[in-house]
Structure formats: C-alpha cells, structure tokens
T-cell receptor, first 112, second 110 residues
Framework: DAKTTQPPSMDCAEGRAANLPCNHSTISGNEYVYWYRQIHSQGPQYIIH???NNETNEMASLIITEDRKSSTLILPHATLRDTAVYYCIVRVPSNSGYALNFGKGTSLLVTP | DVKVTQSSRYLVKRTGEKVFLECVQD?????MFWYRQDPGLGLRLIYFSYDVKMKEKGDIPEGYSVSREKKERFSLILESASTNQTSMYLCAGGWVGELFFGEGSRLTVL
C-alpha cells in the first residue's frame, strides 16, 4: 500500500472550511484514497473515498490532484463536532484478504 | 443502520488472566478486524478474518489469538494478559475500505 503523509494537527474556526491535506506520492493506478475520522472515545467513522475524480457526499468533499499524488478533504462549514482525528488511507479495494492501515492522522481542532 | 457491537466498553483484569473480547456484527460481512489503539501509536491491526474459521495475522499478533466460528462473531483472546496489553481495542467489519467500527473496549490489565 502507498504511504501517506498528513500534518499532525490543524486548527479551524467554526463555520469556516476545513481543508485537510494528504500526500500520497507513491500511489499506484489502482489504489483508492479513503478518509476516516475518529471522534474522541469513539471508533473511526468512514467519510468518503475516491479514485481520481473529485467526490462529494453529505459529510465532505474529496479533491484529488490530477497526478493523484495528493488529495484534500474539505469540510465546507466546520462545526465543533468535527473536532476529531482524520485519517487518509490509500488502498487497493478488495472484498477479501485485506486490511486498512491507519497512520497517525491529522488532529483537527475546531474552535468557536 | 449497520452495527458492530463490542461486548464490554470497560474491563479490568489481572496479569495472567485469560481475556475474551467479543464482537458481533449484523451486516452479514465476511470481513472482520481487531485493532488496538494507544496514544501516539495510532490504530494497529492485530488480526483479521475474511471468512468463517479463517484468520490472518496483522501487524501485532503476538500475545493474541482470535476465533471466528460464526460469520457474525469475531472474538479476540488474550491467553495470559499482561500490563502492556492495556489498551483500547476496536473491532470492525466491512469491505472495500468502508469499515464500520464498534465503540471500542478499554482494557486495563493490573
């Protein structure tokens, strides 16, 4: 699996957009980018994933650069409840015999 | 809603005890996973299973074993608990990168 690099921590003001970067310069053509987050004292929660096109759902948007070597998770209007650790993971999708490797992620603090 | 349920949120055990952590999913997934999480180390994969009676070692399997007798249940076993196994244990089920996690079991070994 391709290695990912994320900043250890970020701050964001409530109501502003939170842009969380992830570098995955060794990504291969069939690997997807997945984002999860973990709110304190809870299990991680799936947010979004993509291959090369930008993706959007009710939680966030995912922007993947054209060369696929980096991506950005965007929370358009951050709230205090978005304070969490955000994990960027690169993986080949498979229905069996696989596991996701979580790194240390980015700790996002949303402030009032 | 999909659901992964871990049997105990908090456990306190003594060194040398045998510990069972139970996880049940109602999603009919083949894949289930056990992770542990420690401050500064992130989530680390202990074991996973992609079918009944099948198991694969993760990154840190030493001191642990697992059991998958039924599709919906995946148990983590500490044969002889040690203080360095004090941790948060997280069970997950899912496929193609979309994992659903339980709430976690915080184990303290004295």
């Amino acid at each position: 699996d391709a290695k990912t690099t994320q900043p250890p921590s970020m701050d964001c003001a409530e109501g502003r957009a939170a842009n969380l970067p992830c570098n995955h310069s060794t990504i291969s053509g069939n690997e997807y980018v997945y984002w999860y987050r973990q709110i304190h004292s809870q299990g991680p929660q799936y947010i979004i994933h993509g291959l090369k096109n930008n993706e959007t759902n009710e939680m966030a948007s995912l922007i993947i650069t054209e060369d696929r070597k980096s991506s950005t998770l965007i929370l358009p209007h951050a709230t205090l409840r978005d304070t969490a650790v955000y994990y960027c993971i690169v993986r080949v999708p498979s229905n069996s015999g696989y596991a996701l490797n979580f790194g240390k992620g980015t700790s996002l603090l949303v402030t009032p | 809603d999909v659901k992964v349920t871990q049997s105990s949120r908090y456990l306190v055990k003594r060194t040398g005890e045998k510990v069972f952590l139970e996880c049940v999913q109602d999603m009919d997934h083949e894949n289930m996973f056990w992770y542990r999480q420690d401050p500064g180390l992130g989530l680390r994969l202990i074991y996973f299973s992609y079918d009944v009676k099948m198991k694969e070692k993760g990154d840190i399997p030493e001191g642990y074993s697992v059991s998958r007798e039924k599709k919906e249940r995946f148990s983590l076993i500490l044969e002889s608990a040690s203080t360095n196994q004090t941790s948060m244990y997280l069970c997950a089920g899912g496929w193609v990168g979309e994992l659903f996690f339980g709430e976690g079991s915080r184990l303290t070994v004295l």
